[in-house]
């Protein structure tokens, strides 16, 4: 069974940083793409930021300059650095990864439980 546990959520104030770690369990063959989406209270669960196996990342234009997102290939794990929070940055933060069980399944995709991050003024 795989799971994503997401850990490094808070209570920050505006301008503050958080580093938000996720890291992928269970029987897993390899992974393509890892990535974090949000979504706060009334809106859609909307992109972050996402990162390929060999590092190449995108983010969403609001986090641009703000937030960077990598990964460990090694540890199963993806991480999201934010810094120059911002009370919009609320939210609840989701892990996701496309990954392979087995080296004949196909890809499926996954996601965390969520973790919280709130933006105090």
């Known amino acids: 069974q795989v799971q994503l546990v997401e850990s490094g959520g808070g209570l920050v104030q505006a301008g503050g940083s958080l580093r938000l770690s996720c890291a992928a369990s269970g029987s897993i063959f390899s992974i393509s793409t890892m990535g974090w989406y949000r979504q706060a209270p009334g809106k859609q669960r909307e992109l972050v930021a996402r990162?390929?196996?060999?590092?190449?990342?995108d983010y969403a234009d609001s986090v641009k300059g703000r937030f960077a997102i990598s990964r460990d290939n090694s540890k199963n794990s993806v991480y999201l650095q934010m810094n120059s929070l911002q009370l919009e940055d609320t939210a609840v933060y989701y892990c996701n990864a496309d990954l392979r069980v087995r080296s004949y399944d196909l890809q499926r995709n996954y996601w965390g439980q969520g973790t919280q991050v709130t933006v105090s003024s």
């Open positions: 990162i390929t196996r060999g590092g190449s990342a």
